[in-house]
Every structure is written in C-alpha cells, then in structure tokens.
C-alpha cells in the first residue's frame, strides 16, 4: 500500500487509482509490467505502480486530459475518470464489462423484445434508507409499467401501455457498483452473492462533498483494510469494516473463476 501526492485538488484522482489498484489483475499486471507500451495511459499506471506513486502522477495527468476531465488543475469525478479508463484500457473493460438487456412488451398487443446492451457498471438507486445491494439489486430487476410508453414493437399496434424489465445477462470478474448520491444510504457487505456467484468487497471509493478517499485491501478476503487518503495510509483493519455513509463507488472481486 502506498500514498499519492495530492495536486491542486487531484484528490479524485488519487481515490480512482487507489480503488483500481486494489484489483488482483491490475496488481498482477503492473508488478510484472505486463502492460502495453504502446497506451500512454496503461504506461503511466504501470509507472505509478511500480514507483510506489513516486513518479507517473503528472505524465498521467496530461495523457488523460480532456474537456471535461482536467486533473491537476481543476476538481473532478473518480466516477468520470473511473469509467473514462474502463474505455481506454482494453483489459480493464473486459474485467469490468458485463450484458444487460431490457425486456419490453407491449400490453396490448403482447409483442415482445429484448434490446441487449453491455455496460462497466452497476447503477445503484436507494429507494429505502439502509437497504441491501441485493434489495437494490433485486428492486431494479423487477417488472414496471410504463403507460406513456407508445408500442413501436408491432406497426399496427401503437398502442400506449408496456411492461419493463432489466435484465443482467452476465457476470463480471470486478462488478463495479456507482452508488447514486441521495439522502439515503445503502447498507453494504464484505461478501455479496450475485446469481449463485460469489464477489468480495475489494475497495470503496467516497466522497464526503469536498473531498475524496478510499478504502482498499488486498485479496482473499480476510486481509486488513486501509484508508488511501492522499499520502495518508492507515491501516484499518481486517474485521473494521469500512462502513461510510459517503461511498460513491464500490468495486467487488468475484471469486471462483
């Protein structure tokens, strides 16, 4: 575990890192150097990683500047930079990527479709103040009616009325969960089961309004957990659980291959 230098509020940077660098794969691929020399972002990671956050920072900053993000000068997301990384680096999106699709069916004339999609994260919206990821989950997967919805399954229908339903087509090896913020909180756990598959917490990413941190450990589960605030590591311990009412992003390792 190490820290990493904060610049003109690249907090949310260093939370990001932190929170990707607790994944076995990325651990494994950057202390052996596996990464590609040819993606200048792949190449700063590695740097940063193996200099234990000594050098890299600021050749990471100017490979992964854009419009909207501009670390090392201007206050950011971890959430944006999260998902802009799964996009540019090949073997994070594949860990990450999971298939989802959305049943719709017409209540009038009962036609049916499934449109597939695949995305790097799960968006978690708290309907009830402590309730479970698996009551988040399985509250987002249950069936909805949507009356103002036109069918445009069946030319001659075109009536107004449907019935809504996602669905998760797969399992990721890092389910990456984006906690949308509310005023209510959602209770989570070290251990989550998803479809007989078996994922343990490996970082938590938060955010307290101004400021940006992380929890971390390494894998299996059991190891202590650290707070990454900046330069600030502190070991929490294996049975402190990291709970904060503050988490935006939580990253868990699915276990069995």
Request: glycine share 6%; aromatic share 10%; with cysteine.
């Amino acid at each position: 575990m190490f820290g990493l230098k904060n610049f003109r509020g690249s907090c949310w940077v260093n939370a990001c890192l932190q929170g990707i660098f607790m994944i076995p794969e990325v651990r494994t691929r950057y202390s052996t150097k596996a990464h590609d020399e040819n993606n200048l972002i792949d190449k700063c990671l590695c740097k940063i990683f193996t200099t234990s956050g000594e050098d890299g920072l600021k050749q990471f900053f100017e490979v992964v500047k854009t419009k909207d993000i501009n670390p090392g000068s201007d206050i950011g997301d971890s959430h944006e930079l999260l998902m802009f990384l799964c996009d540019k680096l090949p073997f994070l999106d594949e860990l990450c990527r999971f298939k989802t699709g959305e049943s719709i069916q017409c209540k009038t004339c009962k036609m049916k479709e499934i449109r597939e999609d695949s995305v790097c994260e799960y968006a978690l919206s708290i309907v009830k103040n402590n309730d479970t990821i698996s009551e988040c989950i399985n509250k987002s997967v249950q069936e909805y009616e949507n009356n103002d919805w036109t069918c445009s399954l069946n030319e001659k229908c075109k009536a107004k009325g449907g019935t809504f339903q996602l669905l998760i087509g797969s399992f990721p090896k890092v389910m990456i969960f984006h906690v949308i913020p509310t005023q209510t909180a959602v209770n989570y756990s070290s251990i989550l089961v998803l479809n007989k598959r078996q994922y343990a917490l490996t970082s938590v990413i938060c955010f307290n309004g101004s400021h940006w941190w992380t929890y971390g450990r390494d894998m299996p589960p059991g190891t202590d957990w650290y707070i990454l605030d900046d330069l600030r590591v502190t070991k929490h311990g294996s049975k402190q659980f990291p709970l904060s009412s503050s988490m935006r992003i939580l990253i868990y390792y699915r276990l069995e291959n």
